[in-house]
């Protein structure tokens, strides 16, 4: 045991050691959920990456597996990349995966397990053919990665998109193919955003307009819209876009070009990237997983002898009642770690109260709670122009006349250390609110060298909504969510002092002019098997 030992998380998947980044190939395959991820077993930080291995019953207990894929041909011998599982209809199943080849050019290449009965799929066979595809005129040996899972085209064959870019122009090419062995590119791109450099780990899917689940990757037809979802490699965030699909010619056009991927909406406004979606058809849902990493320093990381995270997997859908956004909230499994419920009823905070919530420990939890502004107070209020930044206001220790207020996570006694999670109003000078969620990780430890920005963006609330939130904390990472999954945000945390038994939660309220009325249920997580 290691004297950072307690950074590691309870009910967050990681690998007992090493290096981890992008999640890989997620399917669910006869009885287990796969997770396949990019991993380098010989230390902490990046190098040659392999495919690790871990399967699950339920998202939330996970059974470690051997490496799934080493880097053992000539065409994937810097490194086993990101790729993604397609289950066929005879419920065989393919991977396709970047290879990082000898000469360090960005290849694709065909997996598939070697023995279809085994549902741990232990072992895997690299097709002999490989790669199955090279880069194309125009575009960069290194600018050609990250196959996605495959959907059916109108003509009954298999379509994927693959990220690149031209000159600073992210784009997406589309490949159809019929065996996964020969493709044909073709013409133009499914999408293309200038100014957003190249698209890494591109996922595309349809959403119901209407229905509760999810939808298999192949499905379209009128009830549905597409998601483009882009890692950008220049700015380390997953952007997402909501549009149409036109399947005759293989595009993709955003519903508000003023929203497009890469300029518009993110999956998560804190520490979220290269994210992966796959179809869950054992509960008819949507899911998403993503790399998490540390932003400590590497000689942290080295000391401890681990890096990363994966975020507690999340159902995706479309935001019904805004149709303008999607949701996302943590898997309904995670519920089961519940215990220990504290819950308080309508309790009234005043204008500048900070109220510490008595629990036993606080460094594995699961916080909901709804929150009202006093409504009179809301009214006399004169409004002003709107000029609210999460990032750039000097966080939850500035006050306004209708925010902050929320919670102080993984917070020390003294408040030397902690995390403040919170919302900000503000009244425009039309009248109508806006708000505004934030994770303020300024005073977030006393360790100087790690990241300690400030989170946030605005989340729409619809006439009528309360405002609410959501947050798990977990050790070193707090995921929160506001409006039922509207707006995410993802927070790496290193507290000294504000660790184990010392943890405490704390509610406040920031606000100069109204007092708030919070509604809170809070759980103690247990441990999961990880
Ligand atoms: C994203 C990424 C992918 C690549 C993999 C390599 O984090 O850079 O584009 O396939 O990681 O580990």
Redesign the pocket.
């Known amino acids: 045991s290691n004297m950072l030992d307690w950074q590691r998380t309870a009910f967050h998947f990681q690998p007992e050691n090493n290096w981890m ?2 999640p890989n190939g997620p399917v669910f395959y006869k009885g287990w959920y796969h997770l396949f991820y ?1 991993y380098h077993p010989d230390a902490p930080v ?1 190098g040659k ?1 392999v495919w690790g291995h871990a399967v699950s019953k339920d998202l939330i207990n996970w059974r470690h597996l051997p490496i799934a894929m080493e880097t053992d041909q000539w065409y994937d011998e810097q ?1 086993v ?2 790729g993604s599982a397609t289950i066929l209809p005879d419920g065989q199943l393919v991977v396709l995966y ?1 290879g990082s080849t000898n000469e360090s050019v960005q290849v694709q290449n065909l997996a598939y397990p070697a023995d279809t009965s085994d549902p741990l799929l232990i072992n895997w066979v690299k097709y002999p053919g490989n790669p199955v595809l090279v880069p194309p005129p125009g575009i960069d040996n290194k600018d050609f ?2 196959p996605t899972t495959a959907w059916k085209t109108p003509e009954g064959k298999w379509r994927i998109t693959i990220g690149s870019k031209i000159n600073k122009t992210g784009i997406s090419l589309v490949y159809d193919t019929e065996d996964f062995k020969t493709f044909e590119l073709l013409d133009g791109v499914l999408h293309a955003v200038p100014g957003t450099g190249m698209w ?2 591109v996922d595309f899917y349809p959403i119901s307009k209407q229905a509760e689940n999810g939808l298999d990757t192949s499905v379209d037809g009128p009830g549905v819209k597409h998601v483009v979802k882009a ?1 950008l ?1 220049d700015d380390r965030n997953d952007y997402y876009a909501i549009g149409s699909y036109d399947a005759y010619k293989g595009k993709w056009t955003p519903d508000n070009p003023t929203l497009d991927v890469g300029i518009g909406l993110r999956y998560d406004y804190g520490v979220y ?2 994210s992966k979606t796959f179809y869950d058809q054992n509960k008819q849902r949507r899911v998403s997983w993503s ?1 998490i990493k540390e932003t400590d320093t590497e000689a942290s990381d080295i000391s401890k002898g681990w890096a990363s995270l994966m975020g507690v997997p999340r159902t995706i859908l479309l935001d019904k009642k805004t149709q303008s956004n999607i949701i996302q909230w943590p898997v309904e499994e995670i519920n089961a770690l519940r215990t220990n419920a504290t819950v308080f009823n309508n309790l009234i905070m005043e204008a500048g109260s900070l109220v510490p919530l008595d629990l036993p420990a606080a460094s594995q939890l699961d916080i909901v709670a709804e929150f009202e502004l006093d409504e009179q107070t809301v009214m006399r209020l004169n409004g002003a122009a709107v000029a609210y930044d999460c990032a750039k206001n000097g966080g939850a220790a500035t006050r306004g006349a209708l925010g902050p207020f929320g919670f102080s996570v993984l917070a020390h006694d003294g408040l030397i250390e902690h995390t403040p999670v919170y919302f900000y109003v503000a009244k425009g000078v039309d009248g109508n609110l806006e708000t505004f969620f934030c994770a303020d990780q300024s005073r977030s430890s006393t360790a100087t060298d790690v990241d300690k920005s400030i989170f946030g963006n605005i989340v729409p609330v619809l006439k009528g909504e309360k405002l609410s939130m959501r947050i798990l904390v977990d050790h070193s990472i707090v995921e929160s969510f506001a409006q039922e999954g509207r707006t995410c945000i993802t927070s790496r945390v290193y507290p000294t002092k504000a660790i184990y038994n010392n943890a405490r939660l704390f509610l406040f309220n920031n606000a100069t002019a109204a007092s708030v009325t919070a509604s809170v249920s809070v759980w103690q997580m247990k441990s999961a098997e990880i």
């Open positions: 980044n992008d990019q990046w990456i490194g990349w990101t970047t990665r990250d890494e780990c890692s490699d990237y290269a790399w």
